[in-house]
């Protein structure tokens, strides 16, 4: 293994972490993203570089499949900069999209990315994920939530948190799909990244709320890294 991947796997939690012992996780991941950045170096998925790798319709294209309308109120959870959310800010009435991450910062880079006139017309609400901006979005009743390319990034030891978080925005019509990469056991693919075996995600959510129904659909099966590419779908 190169230095820098050790580093990037091994070393630079533990680090960050003797220097803030107190500090939540999440505080970690936009600190290491923002460090990247400041240096600028490109991020993939968050910043001026973000590119959508599979194309920026990715997510709008499957939950238009499940029926999404104009009106509902959508959240995008862990939404980044905005890479995969034009095509859905642009689809939705105004004000009915709300965008939650971890730093304002990205959020910040989301409107660059959108454009005043975007922004001017449809009025998406961005929040930082913390209790006020949490409680906001409940408050907006969410018909849809959707996080791609964000389960990924949880690990263990806030695992079950995430999906409280999430599970909290939801009422009784909610659905949310949430998308990740399944393998049989744990995997940890590069320095902030997982893959979840579905299993953990099924005992989680029904850990949280015996009451949730979990259907889980393939996007695509990688066979040589032995990934499966899905998405879970969660309602009552
Ligand atoms: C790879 S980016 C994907 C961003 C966006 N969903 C996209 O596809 O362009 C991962 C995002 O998840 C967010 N994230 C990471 N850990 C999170 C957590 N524990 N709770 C909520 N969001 C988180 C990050 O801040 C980041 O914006």
Known sequence: MRLGKFYRRHLRYPLWRLTHPFT???????????QKLKRGRKHPAIGPHAYA???????????????????????DYGCGSLRLARPLVEFL??????GLDLAQDFLDAGLVHLGPALHGEKRPNLRV?????????K????????????????????????????????????????????????RQLH??????????????????DPGLRVTIHEIKHN??????????????
């Open 24 to 34: 939540r996780y999440e505080a970690y991941y936009a600190w290491v993203v923002t």
């Open 53 to 75: 790798a599979r194309g920026e319709r990715e997510m709008i294209d499957v939950l238009l499949r499940h029926g999404l309308q104009p009106q509902q109120v959508v959240v």
């Open 93 to 98: 009435a105004p004000g009915k999209f709300w």
């Open 129 to 137: 994920i913390d209790d006020a901006g949490l409680a906001a979005a």
């Open 139 to 186: 408050t907006a009743r969410p018909d849809v939530i959707a996080a791609w390319h964000v389960l990924g990034k949880v690990p263990d030891q806030i695992f079950e948190d995430f999906f409280r978080n999430i599970v909290g925005l939801m009422h009784p019509g909610t659905r949310a799909y949430l998308q990740f990469e399944d393998t049989p056991t744990r």
């Open 191 to 208: 320095g902030l990244a997982w893959s979840i075996p579905r299993q953990m995600l099924l005992d989680t959510l029904a850990r949280i």
């Open 223 to 236: 066979r040589h890294r032995g990934i499966r590419y899905v998405y879970a779908e969660v309602g009552y």
